[in-house]
T-cell receptor, first 114, second 110 residues
Framework: DAGVTQSPTHLIKTRGQHVTLRCSPI?????VSWYQQVLGQGPQFIFQ???????GRGNFPDRFSARQFPNYSSELNVNALLLGDSALYLC?????????????FGPGTRLTVT | QKEVEQNSGPLSVPEGAIASLNCTYS??????FFWYRQYSGKSPELIMS????GDKEDGRFTAQLNKASQYVSLLIRDSQPSDSATYLC??????????FGTGTRLQVFP
């Protein structure tokens, strides 16, 4: 079975530009969460979606937005990129965000902002 | 602010030894706990989950949870050089998001 997929794998953008990252969850998983991981740190929660509804938002500015589609895939959008947005962006899927359901990560998108 | 604390390491152990990785968390209401392994340049890979006090074993891995002490640990028996990675402790909070520690870097030398 296919795991979580993310695209693109790598991305280089210039300050002020906009970026869209994409994620497809494991088949049967209806929840997607987005995390940002900078070098030397653990992943930081950005958003969680379940059944196309936003269930949670982390401490990130409004430049960050996301949505989930009817097929449960998801997009993360970041506007007005800053150098500090350079990071590994991770998508994780789970069957259900509640109870004891585990989250499985995709390979990530490495974003470099110059 | 909810926190998950881990020693950043590196923790160096010889091949064949037991590696012990520790994690403490601040939110006493947390109910779900996870260990992820992350190789350099790769994404985190789930290796263990634990929800009840006590031990949970899976192959060479044993997770231990003590909710009263707000402490969770991971033991790796018969450590192999391929176990060299960063191990991330994650705690699910009451809004169902994962809060990660900074990770412990494990080095297993031959």
């Amino acid at each position: 079975d296919a795991g979580v997929t993310q695209s693109p794998t790598h991305l280089i953008k210039t300050r002020g530009q906009h970026v869209t990252l994409r994620c497809s969850p494991i088949s049967g998983h209806k929840s997607v969460s987005w995390y940002q991981q900078v070098l030397g740190q653990g992943p930081q929660f950005i958003f969680q979606y379940y059944e196309k509804e936003e269930r949670g938002r982390g401490n990130f500015p409004d430049r960050f937005s996301a949505r989930q589609f009817p097929n449960y895939s998801s997009e993360l959008n970041v506007n007005a990129l800053l150098l500090g947005d350079s990071a590994l962006y991770l998508c994780a899927s789970s069957i259900n965000p509640t109870e004891n359901y585990e989250q499985y990560f995709g390979p990530g998108t490495r974003l470099t902002v110059t | 602010q909810k926190e998950v604390e881990q020693n950043s390491g590196p923790l160096s152990v010889p091949e064949g030894a037991i590696a012990s990785l520790n994690c403490t968390y601040s939110d006493r209401g947390s109910q779900s706990f996870f260990w992820y392994r992350q190789y350099s340049g790769k994404s985190p890979e789930l290796i263990m989950s634990i929800y009840s006090n006590g031990d949970k074993e899976d192959g060479r891995f044993t997770a231990q949870l003590n909710k009263a002490s707000q402490y969770v640990s991971l033991l790796i028996r018969d450590s192999q050089p391929s176990d060299s990675a960063t191990y991330l402790c994650a705690v699910k909070d009451n809004t169902d998001k994962l809060i990660f520690g900074t990770g412990t870097r494990l080095q297993v030398f031959p």
